[in-house]
């Protein structure tokens, strides 16, 4: 199983930066996709970011040309680095991998815990 787990979460007055990582062993050599979501009190759940096992990403139109995901096979982590926050950014965020066309089936829907964004106005 690839269990992921996250950290950089943080609190940003708005307009400010923050790199999210998720560190999920094994997510190279599986060849997994990753996604990022995230979740403000009292709301669903929103998907944010996609990064598939080519290195293609996706993102959510709120965030697209303000976040970029990206990884790293060494040591195994997907970063989310969020640029010119708002106040609605605020959520806790989480990773999950998910199996692509080149993926192993070990990929599928493993969760890390979450990581909390604050931005204040």
């Known amino acids: 199983q690839v269990q992921p787990v996250e950290s950089g979460g943080g609190s940003v007055q708005a307009g400010g930066s923050l790199t999210l990582s998720c560190t999920a062993p094994?997510?190279?050599?599986?060849?997994?996709?990753m996604s990022w979501y995230r979740q403000a009190g009292g709301k669903p759940r929103e998907w944010v970011s996609n990064?598939?096992?080519?290195?293609?990403?996706q993102y959510l139109d709120s965030v697209r040309g303000r976040f970029t995901i990206s990884k790293d096979a060494a040591p195994d982590t997907v970063y989310l680095q969020m640029n010119s926050l708002k106040p609605e950014d605020t959520a806790m965020y989480s990773c999950?991998?998910?199996?692509?066309?080149?993926?192993?089936?070990?990929?599928?829907?493993?969760w890390g815990q979450g990581t909390q964004v604050t931005v204040s106005s």
């Open positions: 999950k991998t998910f199996r692509d066309m080149k993926s192993n089936p070990t990929c599928d829907d493993n």
């Open positions: 094994g997510f190279t050599a599986n060849r997994c996709g």
């Open positions: 990064i598939l096992s080519d290195g293609a990403s």
